[in-house]
């Protein structure tokens, strides 16, 4: 037995090998390590790491039965709560939720929760275990708009509960964000994704894609036209933010959702696909998010020298610790402190250089972050080809803009209650991006719970 106070370490990638390839970073444990690691959970009779967890896994139960060998056993419990559990084991910030109430925490590591929840699901999907359905159908149907962490959570749900649900996606694969936004490095998209969407679909639910709400068909024909007692809108943030600085519109600028939806959807890093994207030789990311290292980190793979152009310093990066500490493993160099204020371009219109100027960080904002001020006379231009804008993303308006009594606030998100969904317009109910604006897969999969909860409660009464 290693050191109780030290999560058992897991093995990864070396830093100039995967620089260079798209595999995943992280190798996970194997079952010495996952039962090694379980060991170190004391099993708290009041676990704080399941207050933490917007899904509310029963964590100790769950890592009991790793701890016992019993893969089957947790993949049941972690599945009466969780339909991602290989996607939430790769991409939860479990440092700021599950991991950051642990107990051992307090004395030592954390236990790794995160790690133990990939374990247990990928070695489920090894072994051909699928989640449970329901036993009794309802014959009540529910249309869900789109089929990111909130459509498959909700539509999973319910599911699960009886009903007959039909998810409906714009895009020509399902997955939303998660195989669009999120890189074939932190997340595989046919190994890990695609199967959890199969098990998804083993539940009952059906997935039309290439439907676009707003367009093809729209809410309110869904509820009156194709007999759908209710609705719920996961479909995400997908609208991009620009800085509004000049040289925005030069040829070279992207932003990082185009960029990464052109390598993870379209597969752009694959040399047999014929996608178009502009790697670039010395790329500049703006942005200091998850997003943000994904591009910056996507760039990199490409073969391009990477910087990432941040206003604040290290410590207020809004970014995972793991993806940070990843990112400059690999190389890619910091501009901290430094904000863009012109992204210069030759003749022809293409991106020669990005102008910056330095900052200092003043009294805090209501963000409770100190806000940055300009240093007067400190600019300077960072050469680049190609500038990628991670400053964060918005609702599409299609589908509140087309569909009767769907109340939006200023920015643009759907109006929906936190705890169950409901929005203004009766039977129609919303969680994820789409409600909140940008935020993290774990939190649109417990909108999508709470959704899938309200609509079920709705209905019940109905």
């Known amino acids: 037995m290693g050191d109780v106070l030290k999560k058992v370490p897991v093995r990864e990638q070396d830093p100039k090998v995967r620089a260079k390839n798209f595999d995943e970073v992280c190798l996970g444990y194997n079952k010495e390590e996952a039962i090694e690691e379980a060991n170190r959970c004391i099993n708290c009779k009041n676990a704080q790491c399941v207050k933490g967890c917007p899904v509310s896994i029963n964590i100790p139960a769950f890592i009991e039965q790793v701890k016992n060998d019993n893969v089957e056993e947790a993949y049941n419990i972690i599945s009466e709560s969780s339909a991602l559990p290989a996607v939430c084991g790769r991409v939860c ?18 236990i790794s929760i995160g790690k133990l929840e990939r374990y247990v699901a990928d070695t489920a999907r090894e072994m051909g275990i699928s989640p449970k359905g329901a036993e009794n159908k309802n014959n009540k149907k529910v249309a869900v708009i789109g089929s990111g962490p909130a459509g498959l959570t909700c539509a999973g749900d319910l599911a699960k509960l009886g009903y007959d649900v039909t998810i409906f996606e714009a895009l020509h694969e399902a997955g939303g964000v998660l195989v669009y936004g999120i890189p074939e490095f932190r997340l595989p998209k046919s190994k890990v994704v695609a199967k959890e969407i199969e098990n998804v679909k083993k539940l009952g639910v059906k997935i039309e894609t290439n439907v676009v709400i707003g367009k093809s068909t729209t809410v309110d024909e869904l509820m009156k036209e194709e007999g759908f007692e209710a609705v719920f809108i996961g479909s995400g943030a997908g609208l991009p933010k620009f800085m509004g600085i000049p040289g925005e519109t030069a040829n070279g600028v992207f932003s990082a959702n185009e960029y990464l939806t052109r390598s ?52 207020e990066l809004p970014a995972r610790v793991e993806e940070v500490h990843h ?24 991106v020669t250089g990005i102008k910056c100027i330095r900052m200092e960080l003043g009294e805090p904002d209501e963000s409770g972050r100190r806000r940055p001020v300009e240093v007067a ?7 680049v080809d190609t500038v990628i804008m991670s400053l964060g993303t918005s609702p599409n308006p299609l589908i509140s803009s087309t569909t009767d009594g769907l109340d939006v606030n200023k920015r643009g998100c759907i109006i929906a209650e936190e705890d169950c969904g409901k929005t203004t317009k009766d039977g129609v109910y919303a969680g994820g991006d789409a409600v909140t604006g940008a935020a993290t897969v774990i939190l649109a999969m417990g909108a999508g719970k709470a959704g899938a909860q309200g609509i079920h409660e709705y209905l019940s009464n109905k």
């Open 93 to 110: 910030p479990q440092e700021s939720q599950c991991e950051g109430k642990c107990i051992r925490g307090i004395k030592g590591e954390p």
């Open 377 to 383: 006379g400190s600019e300077f231009v960072i050469d």
């Open 327 to 350: 990112a400059m493993e690999e190389g890619i160099k910091f501009e901290l402190l430094t904000n863009p204020v012109e992204i210069i371009a030759d003749e022809k219109g293409l």
């Open 264 to 315: 993870n959807l379209m597969k752009a890093f694959d040399e047999s696909y014929d996608t178009p994207i502009k790697p670039g030789k010395k790329v500049a990311v703006v942005g200091g998010g998850n997003v943000a290292m994904d591009a910056a980190r996507t760039a990199l793979r490409l073969g391009a020298e990477v910087s990432i152009v941040y206003r604040r310093s290290l410590e």
